[in-house]
């Protein structure tokens, strides 16, 4: 997650999307629904998909991962997740949007606000 974010800063990303990701994680830190905790999962994970949205304004990311006897959990991702050997991320950047974040008092969150570029 530091990296993808530190990838849209040193870019300059306004907006961008996780298209696809295949790899693998040693360490997973996960929010799980509904829990305000994060857990630490170690071991040898497979990264069954990568969803997100990132931009110099923030960014929010969910995975699934799979252990090795298929266990699925899925989740939000935390910074501290570690690869495992590869993790090949495709992203797409939308040139004509910002991806802002804007406190929503409902949620307590910043929730994505998507702007476009004059």
């Known amino acids: 997650m530091s990296t993808l974010d530190s990838f ?18 040693r360490k997973a830190v996960l929010r799980f629904a509904n829990q305000e905790q994060a857990t630490t999962l170690d071991g ?3 990264i069954v ?18 252990d090795g006897e298929g266990r699925t959990y899925g989740a939000h991702l935390l910074d501290g997740s570690e690869i495992y050997t590869t993790a090949e991320i495709v992203l797409g950047s939308l040139d004509a ?3 802002a974040r804007s406190f929503d008092p409902q949620t307590g969150y910043p929730e994505l606000d998507i702007q476009p570029i004059s």
């Open 8 to 25: 849209a800063q040193a870019n300059q990303l306004e907006a961008a999307c996780v298209l696809t990701c295949v790899g693998s994680l």
């Open 44 to 46: 040898k994970f497979e």
């Open 49 to 66: 998909a990568l969803t997100g949205v990132l931009s110099i304004h923030g960014s929010h990311y969910h995975i699934a991962i799979s």
């Open 97 to 99: 949007l910002r991806f």
